[in-house]
């Protein structure tokens, strides 16, 4: 069994900065990555990271950075220039096999808080 666990949502101004972490508890390999919730309360993509390579949403490019530590099995999302549209639920998701963020998320987070204001 795989369990996720977001941590660092929190309330900042908008130009400001966060990082996201989520823990990875259980044996896992694969792919994890990022959502939130949209406008119309879809989750979309932000960012993956699995098989040697990231993929980003065209919003996040430039602007936020996954990574991952291993040793920790811990994934994070740093988030800099944040705008107001950024306000959202973060989720973490992990899938087993290909990669991006197309993949086929099988286990999710509970999710993380993250509001920008102007």
């Known amino acids: 069994q795989v369990e996720l666990v977001e941590s660092g949502g929190d309330s900042v101004e908008a130009g400001g900065s966060l990082r996201l972490s989520c823990e990875v508890r259980?044996?896992?390999?694969?792919?994890l990555a990022w959502f939130r919730q949209g406008p119309r309360n879809e989750r979309e993509g932000v960012a993956s990271?699995?098989?040697?390579?990231?993929t980003y949403a065209a919003f996040a490019k430039g602007r936020f950075t996954i990574s991952e530590e291993q040793s920790k099995e811990i994934i994070y999302l740093q988030m800099d220039a944040l705008k107001p549209e950024d306000t959202s639920t973060y989720y973490c998701?992990?899938?087993?096999?290909?990669?991006?963020?197309?993949?086929?998320?099988?286990?999710w987070g509970q999710g993380t808080q993250v509001t920008v204001s102007s």
């Open positions: 259980g044996y896992y390999s694969g792919c």
């Open positions: 998701a992990a899938a087993r096999g290909y990669c991006d963020l197309g993949a086929d998320f099988q286990w």
């Open positions: 990271i699995g098989d040697g390579r990231t």
